[in-house]
């Protein structure tokens, strides 16, 4: 016979329990949910900057900026070279005109 016999557990210490493995599954499957969309997410996009840009002799470029047609380049001659996305073309020159 047992000396110490173990009291039943009480029913809302069973529910308790119960509340607290479901939740931390649900914890556990929302975690992996948003893991997997992140990759999902970020794995096919486009590399963010093209492998390589060509300027005009003597442009030394200061800034960048991208849409989806076409990318920018801006020279500390202060001019804005724009470059056609898909081939990596020329396509305007604008001269900024700094106002003092």
């Known amino acids: 016979m047992d000396e110490n016999p173990q009291p039943e557990e009480p029913a809302n210490l069973r ?13 556990i499957a929302g975690l ?8 999902i997410r970020f794995s096919d996009r486009p590399a963010p900057l093209p492998g390589a840009i060509t300027l ?29 996305r898909d081939t990596g073309t020329l396509l305007q020159t604008l001269a900024i005109e700094a106002g003092e």
């Open 15 to 27: 529910y308790l329990r119960l509340l607290v493995t479901v939740l931390t599954g649900t914890m």
């Open 32 to 39: 992996l949910v948003i893991i997997a969309l992140f990759v």
């Open 56 to 84: 005009p002799d003597g442009s030394t470029p200061a800034a960048f900026t991208m849409t989806d047609r076409w990318y920018a380049v801006v020279t500390e001659a202060d001019e804005i070279l724009i470059f056609d």
